[in-house]
C-alpha cells in the first residue's frame, strides 16, 4: 500500500493544478478565531485558574503593564482584580545579587551569585519568561483577551505553514482537511484555550520545522530557499529549548542533514546559533532574577488557605505582600530545582523496570497516551512507513528526533513523563508533535484523512465541543467513552488528574494495618464512609489503590511488601450481582438483600515511587435509591453495592 501522490498530483515545486478555495477558507477560520478570542470573557469562560496559568499570567501582566518581571504587591492586587482570587500555584522565586568576574585561570569567566538581594518587596517568576514576553504586547492592547488572539494568531501561522508544505506535492483540498486533523483531531485545541507556554512551544516548534523541510518539497523565493531559513528555523529551536530543555534534540536533524550533505561548517554554524539563542535567553533570566536557572534557587510555590474553616490550615498558606507578616520566609512551598530531583537519581534496575511499564503507557495510556490524544501522528507515522519516502532521510531524521526527544523524557522523569499536575493529554509530548506533520508523505487518498478524523475524534471530540471544560476539568474526559478501555499509567498515580478533583476523588486515605491511598477514577464509586465505600449501580468502577513500601511500627520505620490479594467484603439491601477484577483475576458473588459476602481477588503489584499501586474495577448489576426506598433518606445517588478492602501480602 502506497500513499505517493496520483496521476494527477502536481510535481515537486510545481503549483498544484486547479484552483483552490484554501486562501477563502483561511480567511473564514482567522475571523471566526480572532471573533471569538477578542469576545469571550477568559477568566469566566476558562473557568478561571487552569494548570500553571497562574505564573504565565501574572508575567505577562506584569511585563505589559510594568515593563517589567518582578511580582509585587500591585501584582497581586491587580491579579485578584482579574480573578477574584489569588494566583493559585504560582511559582516565585527570590532574586539574586548577580555578579561577573573575569580572570585570568580557566574558565575565565566566573559567575557569583550566591547572595539574595536586599529588597523584600519584590519577587520573580520561576517558569520561563519567553512566552509572556511574546504575549505581553497583545495583552497590553486586548487585556485578558490578547492571550488568545496571541493563539490564534499562532494557530493561524501553523496551519498556513501545514497547509503549503503538503500542497507542494498533494492536493490542495487534501492539505487543508489533512492540516485541519492534524490539528483539530487532537488535543492541540485544548491547549490553545490554556494561558500558558505550551501552545507558543508547540507553535515555535511547527514553525522551525517548517522554515527547514519547506525547502525540500517546493522551490520557494528568497529567504525561504536557503540557509537564512534555517538558522531562523534554529533561533526558533534555540528558544524553545530555552523554554523547555527537553527540546534539545529537535535540532540535531537540522545538523545531521548538513553533515549527511557534506556541508560540515553549515550544519555547525546552524547548530551553533541554536545554542547561542537558548544561552542568551538563560543570560538574560540570570540578568533578570540573578541567576540562570529560573527553575532554581530559592522558588516556592504558592496556595491560598482552604475555603473551609474546619479544614486543616499550613502555616505557609498565602501569599507573599498580601499583608505585612506575609514575608517570602512564612508563605509558600519550596519547589527549587538546583540539581534535578528524585527521577534524576534511580537505580539502573529502575529505571529499566519503569521504562517498560511506562513506554506502553506513553503509547496508549488512558490519560496521557500518544494514540488517544495525537492520533494524526499515529496516522502520519504509518502513512510515511507504507510510502515510497520511508527511507527519505529528511523524514528519517525528522522522526529520529522526536523518537530520541521522548526517549529521553521517559528516562529522565519516569514518573512525571506527560508533565505533571494532570494536564490533558501528554503536555511535554505536545510540542514534539509538530515534527511528526513533516514525515507526512504527498497525499494521494483520501483514506489517511478519514482514519485521521475518526481516529481522531473517538477520543478528542467531547474535549473539542468545549475545550474551557475540558482544559479545566480534566479528570471527566476519561470518566467516559473509548478511553476507558486504555490502560490507566499506574507508575503515574501521582499526576493523575483525578488528582484535581477538588471533591477528594485523588489520594483518599484508607484502612490501617496497612493503610491504603484510593483513587477513584471515576463517578462509579464514592469515597470511603464508616462502613465501607459505594459501588453505583450505573457502571464499571475503577479504583486505583496504593500500599505503602515502608510503615511506621514501634518508633521504627518496617519495609512492608506488595499485596497478594485484596480481601472484599461486599453487601447490597437488594438482590445483586457484584463483580471485583484485576489484571490478574477476578470474583463474582451473588448478593442477597443485608448479608455479608467475603471473598478475594488476586493483584500484581507496580512499585510506583512511594509504594505499590494496584488497580481493580468493581461492577454491580443492579442499582437502587436510597431516597426511593426510605422516604426519610436525603440520598439520591444511585447506589448498588457497598464494599470493603483489606490488602493481604500472603496467599489467602
Not at 492520533?375 to 529520529?400: C, D, K, N
Not at 473539542?464 to 498515580?493: C, D, H, Q, S
Not at 488497580?615 to 447506589?639: C, M
Given at each position: 500500500?502506497?500513499?505517493?501522490?496520483?496521476?494527477?498530483?502536481?510535481?515537486?515545486?510545481?503549483?498544484?493544478?486547479?484552483?483552490?478555495?484554501?486562501?477563502?477558507?483561511?480567511?473564514?477560520?482567522?475571523?471566526?478565531?480572532?471573533?471569538?478570542?477578542?469576545?469571550?470573557?477568559?477568566?469566566?469562560?476558562?473557568?478561571?485558574?487552569?494548570?500553571?496559568?497562574?505564573?504565565?499570567?501574572?508575567?505577562?501582566?506584569?511585563?505589559?503593564?510594568?515593563?517589567?518581571?518582578?511580582?509585587?504587591?500591585?501584582?497581586?492586587?491587580?491579579?485578584?482584580g482579574l480573578y477574584q482570587q489569588g494566583p493559585e500555584g504560582i511559582f516565585l522565586k527570590r532574586g539574586k545579587l548577580l555578579r561577573v568576574r573575569l580572570r585570568a585561570t580557566p574558565p575565565f569567566l566566573f559567575i557569583l551569585n550566591n547572595t539574595a538581594e536586599d529588597r523584600a518587596d519584590r519577587a520573580f517568576f520561576g517558569k520561563a519568561m519567553i512566552y509572556s514576553i511574546a504575549a505581553a504586547p497583545f495583552v497590553w492592547f486586548l487585556g485578558m483577551n490578547g492571550f488568545l488572539v496571541f493563539h490564534a494568531l499562532l494557530l493561524f501561522l501553523v496551519g498556513v505553514g501545514g497547509y503549503l508544505f503538503l500542497a507542494a506535492r498533494s492536493r490542495p483540498g487534501s492539505a487543508l482537511v489533512y492540516t485541519v486533523g492534524f490539528l483539530g483531531a487532537s488535543v492541540v485545541p485544548v491547549y490553545a484555550v490554556m494561558l500558558t507556554s505550551d501552545l507558543f512551544n508547540f507553535a515555535l516548534v511547527f514553525l522551525a520545522y517548517f522554515l527547514w523541510l519547506y525547502k525540500e518539497v517546493a522551490q520557494p523565493k528568497f529567504p525561504l530557499n536557503g540557509i537564512l531559513s534555517d538558522v531562523a528555523a534554529a533561533v526558533l529551536l534555540g528558544v524553545v529549548t530555552y523554554s523547555k530543555p527537553w527540546h534539545a534534540p529537535l535540532v540535531a536533524p537540522l545538523v545531521l542533514l548538513f553533515w549527511l550533505?557534506?556541508?560540515?561548517?553549515?550544519?555547525?554554524?546552524?547548530?551553533?546559533?541554536?545554542?547561542?539563542?537558548?544561552?542568551?535567553?538563560?543570560v538574560a533570566t540570570a540578568l533578570v532574577s540573578g541567576e540562570l536557572n529560573y527553575q532554581g534557587g530559592d522558588r516556592k510555590t504558592f496556595y491560598s488557605p482552604p475555603d473551609d474553616p474546619a479544614a486543616p490550615r499550613l502555616p505557609t498558606a498565602g501569599f507573599p505582600f498580601a499583608s505585612p507578616d506575609a514575608t517570602w520566609e512564612q508563605r509558600g512551598q519550596p519547589t527549587g530545582r538546583d540539581v534535578g530531583n528524585v527521577d534524576n537519581v534511580l537505580a539502573p534496575s529502575e529505571v529499566v523496570r519503569l521504562f517498560r511499564n511506562n513506554v506502553k503507557y506513553f503509547l496508549l495510556g488512558r490519560h496521557f497516551g500518544f494514540v488517544p490524544y495525537f492520533f494524526p501522528g499515529v496516522v502520519a507515522i504509518l502513512m510515511w512507513l507504507l510510502s515510497r519516502e520511508r527511507f527519505q532521510i529528511w523524514r528519517v531524521l525528522t522522526f529520529g528526533g522526536v523518537f530520541v526527544a521522548s526517549l529521553i523524557v521517559l528516562v529522565l522523569v519516569p514518573y512525571t513523563w506527560s508533565g505533571d499536575g494532570g494536564p490533558p493529554g501528554n503536555r511535554y509530548f505536545l510540542s514534539f508533535y509538530p515534527a511528526l506533520f513533516f514525515v507526512t508523505p504527498p497525499l494521494g487518498s483520501a483514506l489517511p484523512v478519514v482514519l485521521m478524523w475518526v481516529g481522531g475524534a473517538m477520543f478528542t471530540a467531547k474535549m473539542l465541543i468545549n475545550p474551557f471544560y475540558a482544559a479545566k476539568f480534566t479528570w471527566e474526559v476519561t470518566e467516559r467513552g473509548w478511553a476507558r478501555r486504555l490502560p490507566v499509567e499506574l507508575t503515574m498515580y501521582q499526576s493523575l488528574p483525578v488528582m484535581l478533583d477538588t471533591r477528594i476523588r485523588g489520594r483518599v486515605l484508607y484502612g490501617q494495618d496497612p493503610w491504603m491511598f484510593l483513587y477513584f477514577l471515576d463517578e462509579h464509586a464514592w469515597p470511603p464512609e464508616p462502613e465501607g465505600m459505594w459501588i453505583s449501580g450505573s457502571g464499571r468502577a475503577d479504583i486505583l489503590i496504593r500500599t505503602p513500601s515502608i510503615v511506621a511500627k514501634d518508633g521504627h520505620e518496617a519495609p512492608v511488601g506488595?499485596?497478594?490479594?485484596?480481601?472484599?467484603?461486599?453487601?447490597?439491601?437488594?438482590?445483586?450481582?457484584?463483580?471485583?477484577?484485576?489484571?490478574?483475576?477476578?470474583?463474582?458473588?451473588?448478593?442477597?438483600?443485608?448479608?455479608?459476602?467475603?471473598?478475594?481477588v488476586p493483584v500484581t503489584a507496580l512499585r510506583g515511587r512511594d509504594g505499590f499501586v494496584y488497580l481493580i474495577s468493581a461492577r454491580a448489576t443492579g442499582g437502587f435509591i436510597p431516597s426511593l426506598l426510605d422516604p426519610n433518606a436525603r440520598d439520591d445517588r444511585n447506589l448498588g453495592v457497598q464494599m470493603q478492602l483489606q490488602a493481604l501480602t500472603g496467599p489467602p
Amino acid at each position: 500500500m502506497s500513499f505517493v501522490p496520483s496521476a494527477g498530483t502536481d510535481s515537486v515545486g510545481a503549483r498544484p493544478a486547479g484552483g483552490s478555495g484554501a486562501p477563502l477558507t483561511a480567511a473564514v477560520l482567522l475571523i471566526v478565531m480572532l471573533a471569538a478570542a477578542i469576545s469571550v470573557d477568559v477568566v469566566r469562560a476558562g473557568y478561571k485558574i487552569k494548570g500553571d496559568e497562574a505564573t504565565y499570567v501574572a508575567m505577562a501582566l506584569s511585563a505589559a503593564y510594568d515593563r517589567d518581571l518582578a511580582f509585587e504587591r500591585r501584582d497581586l492586587e491587580r491579579f485578584y482584580g482579574l480573578y477574584q482570587q489569588g494566583p493559585e500555584g504560582i511559582f516565585l522565586k527570590r532574586g539574586k545579587l548577580l555578579r561577573v568576574r573575569l580572570r585570568a585561570t580557566p574558565p575565565f569567566l566566573f559567575i557569583l551569585n550566591n547572595t539574595a538581594e536586599d529588597r523584600a518587596d519584590r519577587a520573580f517568576f520561576g517558569k520561563a519568561m519567553i512566552y509572556s514576553i511574546a504575549a505581553a504586547p497583545f495583552v497590553w492592547f486586548l487585556g485578558m483577551n490578547g492571550f488568545l488572539v496571541f493563539h490564534a494568531l499562532l494557530l493561524f501561522l501553523v496551519g498556513v505553514g501545514g497547509y503549503l508544505f503538503l500542497a507542494a506535492r498533494s492536493r490542495p483540498g487534501s492539505a487543508l482537511v489533512y492540516t485541519v486533523g492534524f490539528l483539530g483531531a487532537s488535543v492541540v485545541p485544548v491547549y490553545a484555550v490554556m494561558l500558558t507556554s505550551d501552545l507558543f512551544n508547540f507553535a515555535l516548534v511547527f514553525l522551525a520545522y517548517f522554515l527547514w523541510l519547506y525547502k525540500e518539497v517546493a522551490q520557494p523565493k528568497f529567504p525561504l530557499n536557503g540557509i537564512l531559513s534555517d538558522v531562523a528555523a534554529a533561533v526558533l529551536l534555540g528558544v524553545v529549548t530555552y523554554s523547555k530543555p527537553w527540546h534539545a534534540p529537535l535540532v540535531a536533524p537540522l545538523v545531521l542533514l548538513f553533515w549527511l550533505r557534506g556541508r560540515w561548517r553549515a550544519g555547525f554554524v546552524v547548530g551553533a546559533i541554536s545554542v547561542v539563542a537558548a544561552a542568551a535567553l538563560f543570560v538574560a533570566t540570570a540578568l533578570v532574577s540573578g541567576e540562570l536557572n529560573y527553575q532554581g534557587g530559592d522558588r516556592k510555590t504558592f496556595y491560598s488557605p482552604p475555603d473551609d474553616p474546619a479544614a486543616p490550615r499550613l502555616p505557609t498558606a498565602g501569599f507573599p505582600f498580601a499583608s505585612p507578616d506575609a514575608t517570602w520566609e512564612q508563605r509558600g512551598q519550596p519547589t527549587g530545582r538546583d540539581v534535578g530531583n528524585v527521577d534524576n537519581v534511580l537505580a539502573p534496575s529502575e529505571v529499566v523496570r519503569l521504562f517498560r511499564n511506562n513506554v506502553k503507557y506513553f503509547l496508549l495510556g488512558r490519560h496521557f497516551g500518544f494514540v488517544p490524544y495525537f492520533f494524526p501522528g499515529v496516522v502520519a507515522i504509518l502513512m510515511w512507513l507504507l510510502s515510497r519516502e520511508r527511507f527519505q532521510i529528511w523524514r528519517v531524521l525528522t522522526f529520529g528526533g522526536v523518537f530520541v526527544a521522548s526517549l529521553i523524557v521517559l528516562v529522565l522523569v519516569p514518573y512525571t513523563w506527560s508533565g505533571d499536575g494532570g494536564p490533558p493529554g501528554n503536555r511535554y509530548f505536545l510540542s514534539f508533535y509538530p515534527a511528526l506533520f513533516f514525515v507526512t508523505p504527498p497525499l494521494g487518498s483520501a483514506l489517511p484523512v478519514v482514519l485521521m478524523w475518526v481516529g481522531g475524534a473517538m477520543f478528542t471530540a467531547k474535549m473539542l465541543i468545549n475545550p474551557f471544560y475540558a482544559a479545566k476539568f480534566t479528570w471527566e474526559v476519561t470518566e467516559r467513552g473509548w478511553a476507558r478501555r486504555l490502560p490507566v499509567e499506574l507508575t503515574m498515580y501521582q499526576s493523575l488528574p483525578v488528582m484535581l478533583d477538588t471533591r477528594i476523588r485523588g489520594r483518599v486515605l484508607y484502612g490501617q494495618d496497612p493503610w491504603m491511598f484510593l483513587y477513584f477514577l471515576d463517578e462509579h464509586a464514592w469515597p470511603p464512609e464508616p462502613e465501607g465505600m459505594w459501588i453505583s449501580g450505573s457502571g464499571r468502577a475503577d479504583i486505583l489503590i496504593r500500599t505503602p513500601s515502608i510503615v511506621a511500627k514501634d518508633g521504627h520505620e518496617a519495609p512492608v511488601g506488595p499485596a497478594h490479594h485484596f480481601r472484599v467484603t461486599a453487601k447490597s439491601p437488594i438482590s445483586n450481582t457484584f463483580t471485583v477484577s484485576s489484571s490478574d483475576g477476578g470474583a463474582t458473588v451473588q448478593l442477597v438483600p443485608g448479608k455479608p459476602v467475603t471473598f478475594d481477588v488476586p493483584v500484581t503489584a507496580l512499585r510506583g515511587r512511594d509504594g505499590f499501586v494496584y488497580l481493580i474495577s468493581a461492577r454491580a448489576t443492579g442499582g437502587f435509591i436510597p431516597s426511593l426506598l426510605d422516604p426519610n433518606a436525603r440520598d439520591d445517588r444511585n447506589l448498588g453495592v457497598q464494599m470493603q478492602l483489606q490488602a493481604l501480602t500472603g496467599p489467602p
